[in-house]
């Protein structure tokens, strides 16, 4: 994610902004610009953006249940913007705590929906696809306790995401629960759209060679692999092959896993060159932990280039959370396998699996 500026007063803006604090205006995010576009009023329903050549927009529908910020084209048949637009089943809004729980849902959503956009990957809704198109359930758990409880996860295209997991202290619990060190709304939003891609760019794309060359063989019973992950936990000695616990589950777990962390990745990286950062401790003169954000990360093709600014950045977040009694920013270990399964999502990302694979054809 990068930082934002208010076109009328220079005001710094965040993405989820909805009026700039500074002058009034009101503001939207214009994705085909990726910018936050400070609003005059035209008619009707419509604004104009005080950004040269941009065209009359208005407010994607959502925006109307405080659950978007985003803008379409004034003259378009889309009542929903390029991220509501995948929407499928959205919970009964009447019910109590629905609504706020759906809006940070909404939000966590139009962050993937921006790195997805910057990584210029496919993104086809499930009107244009009804088989295989991205498209997303929220869905609240039964009213009686003793019901089955919704289900993250996906398929086909399809992302269901439990409603209770916007619940902060019940994300929490569960986190607790399976012990894991990281559970976020963002972050299962960056898992499950990676088995989407797995799809997408693996699997029809006939890179399943490949993929498995790096990951895995996934042909092995996905059910029964779960079953066991959940009786008998991860192998010992798994942090050196796996990003994650989970991801030991089996082969498609492991690709979704590495998917959602190169967005983490790929997005922070970002927010830090938007500040200008630098890195390079006063203790030592190793300069192999100095460095500076400079590079725009969604755009640079060198792998080494990001991963060799992530380590020494998290080193540095990490411990400026811990300076305030908080958990670390990123709790992970990247050993060298993890890394070179990161390089793959990056290459694929990137299309230079696809092209070394037509070059050797
Ligand atoms: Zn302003
Ligand atoms: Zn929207």
Known sequence: ??????????????????????????????????????????????????????????????????????????????????????????PDLGAADNMSRWQRLEAAKRRLFYSLLKLGLP???????????????FLADQPQASGPKVLTGHDNGMITIALAEADDAEREQRRAKMGEPYRTLLGHFRHEVGHHFWDVLVRDAGLLAECRA????????????????????????????????????????????????????????????????????????????DVALDFDPYRTEAWDTIIDAWLPLTFAVNSLNRSMGQPDLYPFVLGPQVIAKLGFIHALVHGQVQRAVADAA
Request: glycine fraction near 6%; hydrophobic fraction near 40%; include cysteine.
């Open 1 to 90: 994610m990068k930082l934002f500026k208010c076109q009328s007063c220079g005001q710094v803006l965040y993405f989820e902004n909805t009026r700039c604090e500074r002058c009034g205006h009101l503001l939207g995010y214009l994705p085909p610009r990726d910018r936050m576009a400070a609003l005059e009023p035209a008619k009707d329903d419509t604004w104009e953006p005080l950004l040269k050549d941009a065209g009359a927009v208005r407010f994607c529908a959502n925006a109307a249940l405080n659950a978007c910020n985003w803008l379409v084209p004034a003259d378009g048949v889309d009542r929903f913007c390029l991220a509501c637009r995948h929407n499928h089943t959205i």
């Open 123 to 137: 993104l086809v809704t499930r009107a244009d696809d009804p088989v295989h198109g991205l498209a997303f359930d």
């Open 214 to 289: 790096v990951f895995g063989d996934d042909t092995q019973d996905y059910d029964a692999a779960l079953q066991r992950h959940y009786a008998n936990g991860s192998p010992p000695g798994w942090q050196h092959g796996f990003v994650s616990a989970y991801a030991t589950a089996h082969p498609w777990e492991d690709f979704a896993e590495t998917w959602a962390h190169y967005l983490h990745i790929v997005d922070t990286l970002e927010m830090g060159a938007a500040f200008g950062l630098r890195v390079a401790p006063v203790v030592t003169t190793d300069d192999s932990l």
